[in-house]
Structure formats: C-alpha cells, structure tokens
C-alpha cells in the first residue's frame, strides 16, 4: 500500500514549481488559473521573487499547495493512492489530490486560511518553538502549568514537538524544556501561535468558509491531522479540518497509524523531504521517496 504525504508551511523555496511550469502544459494551464483565482500573480514570487516574499503566509500556503497539488495532477494515472495525508496545510493539498476538494476550491480556501490566520497573528503578537529531546508528555506538562497560552502544537516525530502560544508563554516553556533535560529549545521564525487558542479568530472566518463549500467522496481515505486516523466520511473530514487551526497537528501519531494500517512505502508530493526525514525517525528503513516527473 503506497501513501502520498503533502507538506506543510517551511517547506518553500525559490523557483519551487518552474520546472513543473516549463515541462507541462497541464501544470503551466493550473499555474495560469492560480493567478486568476487569487488576483496576483503567484507564480513570479514562486519562480523569481525574494525570500521576504514568499515568507508572507498569505503567499507561502498558497505556493506551497500550487506546487503539490499541480504535483499530483501531473504525475496523472501513476497518482494512485491506497491513503493520503498532509501535515497542517498539506491536508488540504491531499484533500484535493485525493478528489475531496476541486483544485479552485481548495486553492480558495487555502488563501482565506492564509489571510486568516495572518490577520489572527497581526492581532496578537505570538510564537511557536521546538522542543528537542524531551517526551512529548513532559512538554504537555510544561505547557499546562505555565500561566499563559502556551500548548503543544506540532507532534512532528519522536523527540520533536513544536508548542505555540503568547510569546511570554514560550519564552518560559522554552527555560522549563531546557531545565527538564530538553537537548535544545528553538525559537521558530513564523507569524505567530498557529494550532492554538490563539487562532480562534481564524478558525471562525474559516468554518464559514468550509461549510460553503462542496465537497466530495475521495478516491482513499486522508489521515487527518486533529484525530490521526482514517477518515472517508465527508461531514467529519469538515469537522476536522474545521478544528485543524486551534488543535495540534499529529503527525507522529499519523505516521505510526498509517504503518499500522499497512503502509508501505511513502511518496512526498511538493517542495523538499521534510516528511520523509519524519517517517525516517520513526522507523529508519521505511521506504520513502519524492514523488518526481519525466523529464
């Protein structure tokens, strides 16, 4: 059983998606329509703009769904997935990858996530950080005995947990963890506490959103974030992707789920290998690869 994964925030690059652009007419036509549909032009910054750029979330979620979607409709009948999942904006590339979403549909939504969550950030200043080394049930204590908005947000891999919260309360999580025997605790650049409380305000605009637009049977199950597990039924992928802003994202759970339920082998499909190198940490002969197009 082969899984297609689909990567999230961090992973973008300058030039991600030109080859793609240059070697495709489908792409190059998906591309077009993306520039359209968001009213800038997306693919300059992705091809030929600057890091500050592409950095802005409003333009990085975006870019990085383009990419791994337009991905996965290139590589056309060899897309056969026996499950999917993609971690926090990624889901949304699977969703549409896996025949949940249509393309304009998901590319929308993610934009409106995009700008709500930048809105929530500019709002009230805060942060993320990961925690090295530490049992995740230690920075679950950490976090819930500070007297801030502090809570785990990313369970990345064994050994690796990103918590978010004020920027008070990372601060002082970030001493605790080093204190409790954390080999390191780094503060993240990003725009603020995603998977949060704190983006409550998001998570409201987004819910609108989801629940008007149509959504359809997928062609596998996704692995949601919010739950880790097979998920088919549309109301709950709703629900659960409704709930994805303000709760953590499961990817170590995910990942041992979907080797327990007979995955065997891993396809990254966007920009980089961060979710190879994961799944590398949980079992460190698991076949994974990227998922690439002739040339």
Wanted: glycine share 8%; hydrophobic share 45%; proline share 5%.
């Amino acid at each position: 059983m082969k899984a297609y994964v689909f990567p999230g925030q961090g992973a973008q690059f300058i030039g991600m998606g030109k080859d793609l652009y240059d070697a495709s007419p489908i792409a190059k036509e998906l591309f077009e329509k993306a520039n359209e549909i968001l009213g800038f032009d997306i693919t300059e910054i992705m091809f030929n703009g600057t890091d500050a750029q592409l950095k802005e979330t409003k333009v990085t979620q975006p870019a990085i769904f383009l990419h791994s979607v337009v991905l996965a409709k290139v590589l056309g009948d060899d897309f056969k997935p026996a499950m999917v999942a993609g971690h926090s904006l990624g889901e949304f590339s699977a969703l549409v990858a896996n025949g949940v979403l249509s393309f304009e549909d998901g590319l929308k939504l993610v934009y409106q996530r995009a700008l709500a969550m930048q809105e929530a950030c500019e709002a009230e200043p805060s942060t993320m950080a990961a925690i090295l080394g530490l049992e995740d049930e230690k920075v679950e204590s950490i976090c819930a005995d500070i007297d801030e908005v502090v809570v785990a947000a990313n369970y990345n891999c064994p050994g690796q947990l990103v918590i978010s919260g004020s920027n008070k309360g990372i601060e002082i999580a970030c001493e605790k963890a080093k204190e409790a025997g954390a080999k390191r605790a780094l503060p993240l650049q990003v725009g603020g506490a995603f998977h949060s409380p704190l983006m409550e305000p998001a998570r409201e605009k987004l819910e609108k959103a989801i629940q008007e637009t149509p959504f359809s049977e997928g062609i596998c199950p996704v692995y949601q974030n919010v739950t880790a597990n097979a998920v088919s039924d549309i109301n709950a992928i709703k629900e659960n992707l409704i709930a994805q802003l303000t709760a953590p994202v499961r990817w170590t759970q995910t990942m041992k789920q979907m080797i327990a339920d007979g995955c065997e082998e891993v396809v990254e499909v966007g920009p980089g290998k961060v979710l190879q190198g994961l799944f590398k940490k949980v079992d460190r002969k698991f076949p994974t690869s990227s998922a690439t197009i002739e040339a």
